[in-house]
T-cell receptor, first 113, second 119 residues
Framework: RKEVEQDPGPFNVPEGATVAFNCTYS??????FFWYRQDCRKEPKLLMS???SGNEDGRFTAQLNRASQYISLLIRDSKLSDSATYLC??????????????FGSGTQLTVLP | EAGVAQSPRYKIIEKRQSVAFWCNPI?????LYWYQQILGQGPKLLIQ????????DSQLPKDRFSAERLKGVDSTLKIQPAKLEDSAVYLC?????????????????FGEGSRLTVL
């Protein structure tokens, strides 16, 4: 089983739609969680952290369910500029108290005009 | 502020040849990472340095891959000999020092990557 699994996608949605991505992780000792965004042929960039109580940043809402080892990202009122691959990232404390950030395979989103 | 610099941006080699990638992290960032991203997959950690020491190289294929970080600043990743399956983008990232007592946002700052094609 992969450490971090995501919806394979691709998701093709019209402008203005609401879309949700899911992510599950296998290591119950995972400490913290993030969503990164990666545009085509570009490097990944941090979109938002995911907090236990859930958090919102404009049109983006992230949720964490530790009991189910599940993370989600909701995008409301999709824009053309939201088209990208969304990467779920889990922070695991490895040996020596170093952190290891493990990336999922990503979910591709295309917002259509 | 200057970002993470990587070179070369593109490299095409034949299998069994060698290649080296260079990375200059953001000034002051203690932690440096090398990730391999194969097309259609997420980045996979190859090696992580804290200052000039290795903290995680568990997924580095040590029979062919090597990396060093001289003086805790620049880093070089080498592949020798290359295989067809090494075709990927090699991403370097850096972050401020992270410890259990000093958590940061978790943000990694990535370079634009070095795209390797092995023929």
């Amino acid at each position: 089983r992969k450490e971090v699994e995501q919806d394979p996608g691709p998701f093709n949605v019209p402008e203005g739609a609401t879309v949700a991505f899911n992510c599950t992780y296998s290591n119950s000792a995972s400490q913290s969680f993030f969503w990164y965004r990666q545009d085509c042929r570009k490097e990944p960039k941090l979109l938002m952290s995911v907090y236990s109580s859930g958090n919102e940043d404009g049109r983006f809402t992230a949720q964490l369910n530790r009991a189910s080892q599940y993370i989600s990202l909701l995008i409301r009122d999709s824009k053309l500029s939201d088209s990208a691959t969304y990467l779920c990232v889990v922070n695991i404390i490895s040996s020596g108290s170093a952190r290891q950030l493990t990336f999922g395979s990503g979910t591709q989103l295309t917002v259509l005009p | 502020e200057a970002g993470v610099a990587q070179s070369p941006r593109y490299k095409i080699i034949e299998k069994r040849q060698s290649v080296a990638f260079w990375c200059n992290p953001i000034s002051g960032h203690a932690t440096l990472y090398w990730y391999q991203q194969i097309l259609g997959q997420g980045p996979k950690l190859l090696i992580q340095f804290q200052n000039n020491g290795v903290v995680d190289d568990s997924q580095l294929p040590k029979d062919r891959f090597s990396a060093e970080r001289l003086k805790g600043v620049d880093s070089t990743l080498k592949i020798q000999p290359a295989k067809l399956e090494d075709s990927a983008v090699y991403l370097c990232a850096s972050s401020p020092l992270w410890t259990l007592k000093n958590p940061n946002t978790g943000e990694l700052f990535f370079g634009e990557g070095s795209r390797l094609t092995v023929l």
